[in-house]
């Protein structure tokens, strides 16, 4: 049974930092892809931040590049998402995610693309 479970979410002033935590079971974590989407109230899910099966690339979207750093340990089977400089914007139920896949060329991807979610974790920014 995979199993992708978060961490980490809460409430935070703007211009302070979260840390998400994703922990996987059920899959060989080293040959997924990891990412993180997010979800607004009343928006579509959209892709924040991925990176390669080793960790020796990631990917962020243009609304949290410089501010967000995706990482992963494979030995322990988790991928993290540290979150500093947060704006009310960042605002979101936050979900990790697998795909299987032997490369990752670079860039944003479709949620249709995602092999596996977790349940997510809510990130609240107040102004």
């Known amino acids: 049974q995979v199993q992708l479970v978060e961490s980490g979410g809460g409430l935070v002033q703007a211009g302070g930092s979260l840390r998400l935590s994703c922990a996987a079971s059920g899959i060989t974590f080293s040959r997924h892809i990891m990412a993180w989407f997010r979800q607004a109230p009343g928006k579509e899910r959209e892709f924040v931040a991925a990176?390669?099966?080793?960790?020796?690339?990631?990917y962020y979207s243009d609304s949290v590049k410089g501010r967000f750093t995706i990482t992963r340990d494979n030995a322990k089977n988790t991928v993290y998402l540290q979150m500093n400089s947060l704006k009310p914007e960042d605002t979101a139920v936050y979900y990790c995610?697998?795909?299987?896949?032997?490369?990752?060329?670079?860039?944003?991807?479709?949620?249709?693309?995602?092999?596996?979610w977790g349940q997510g974790t809510q990130v609240t920014v107040s102004s």
């Open positions: 995610t697998g795909r299987y896949s032997p490369y990752y060329s670079g860039g944003a991807y479709s949620a249709k693309d995602v092999n596996y």
């Open positions: 990176i390669r099966l080793s960790g020796s690339y990631t």
